[in-house]
């Protein structure tokens, strides 16, 4: 690395897909020193309780652009590549600029991380360039199985929708960061061997850790003990059940975990065969996940009247029991009849 780029602020963009090991991943680069953003997603109970450590606002940003582009997080089909080229994608890149000041004010060495950035690195480098603050890149792998199952229990939909959204986001992350300095690892290593993931992370990016990470050992320690990994799966259920697509691009994720990078030529192939799939289907997904949205939207709105109308029924009965009288009034028994034939 030339003294110009080490002497330059540099930026680690955590690319992942959901479920990967991301948030793990970069609470153990703060830990070592990495600033994270000033306002923090909160934690989810029953989803990730030990936090997200991603940016809460500009990961709504991410959620405005990809309604931009007429996508959503969870959208199978790639971005179209003319959107980042658009008076709508340079107000964004305005308000990231601006985000960016927020949140990192001038740390030497901020850390990003979001899997929305997978499909929207695009947005961002000439955000950092314009700032001269250089990338550098690490892509933690997951057995795509185990993404699979985890995305299912928490979303519904079946494993092939996660498979596919899996391998679009590797496929992404991996085609648009080719240029810069990079590295992967993956999840199973970074919880069972984290001091060799964040010694190869700084050798290869050349990142000299604020803090040493022995002395981030006890709260890296105890941050990654306990049940994090769950869903577990052995590489070789990846068989023939699981598309060949699915079964190459992990492949070449796990040789490229191991310093190995293949050449991207493999991936460039299944990217472009891919694409060709989404032009021919795209249009009918696009049908159907709008009209699962709409029913979503519709039984939200069903439960949200029921938990109303029966809470106001629990309210009536409470008032009603409180009576001299054993039995409600005419008027409370009306309302109560009414209340529930309706709900």
């Known amino acids: 690395m030339s003294e110009t780029l080490s002497a330059r602020r540099q930026a680690i963009l955590v690319l992942g897909m959901h479920r990967s090991g991301t948030s793990a991943l ?29 940016p809460r606002e500009i990961v709504a940003l991410h ?12 959208d ?10 658009s008076a709508a994608a340079a107000a964004f890149r305005q308000r990231l600029a601006a985000l960016l000041d927020e949140e990192f004010g001038t740390a030497a060495l901020p850390v990003v991380k979001d899997p929305r950035l997978c499909r929207l ?21 997951r057995n795509p199985l185990e993404v699979a199952a985890s995305l299912r229990q928490r979303e519904g939909f079946g494993a092939a929708k996660w498979l596919m959204l899996w391998l679009g986001h590797f496929l992404a992350a991996e085609r648009e960061s080719r240029e810069l300095p990079r590295c992967f690892v993956t999840y199973e290593q970074i919880l069972t061997d984290w001091r060799s993931v964040v010694e190869r992370i700084g050798a290869v990016l050349g990142i000299a850790w604020p803090r040493a990470p022995g002395a981030a050992a006890p709260e890296i320690e105890a941050f990654l003990s306990g049940a994090l990994r769950h869903h577990a799966r052995s590489d070789d259920a990846l068989d023939d059940t699981v598309p060949v697509w699915i079964r190459d691009v992990y ?37 159907l996940d709008g009209e699962i949205e709409r029913k979503s939207a519709e039984l939200r ?13 629990e309210q009536l009965q409470t008032v009603a029991a409180t009576r001299e009288t054993a039995r409600p009034t005419g008027t409370l028994q009306a309302m109560l009849h009414r209340l529930r034939g309706k709900s």
């Open 251 to 287: 492949d070449w994720a796990l040789a490229a975990c191991r310093g190995a990078e293949p050449d991207g030529a493999a991936l460039d192939r299944i990217g472009a065969e891919m694409a060709g799939t989404m032009a021919a289907f795209g249009p009918v997904i696009g049908e």
């Open 63 to 74: 959620e405005e652009a990809l309604e931009a582009a007429g996508s959503v997080w969870h």
């Open 301 to 313: 709105r069903w439960i949200d009247v029921a938990v109303e109308r029966y809470a106001l029924i």
């Open 76 to 85: 199978i089909r790639p971005l179209p590549g003319p959107w980042f080229e």
């Open 121 to 141: 690195l695009n947005l961002w480098l000439p955000v950092l360039g314009t700032l001269d603050i250089a990338p550098c890149v690490v892509i933690p792998v």
């Open 26 to 54: 970069t609470r153990v680069l703060g830990l070592c020193g990495a600033a994270l953003p000033e306002r923090l997603m909160d934690a989810a109970p029953e989803v990730n309780e030990r936090g997200f450590w991603e």
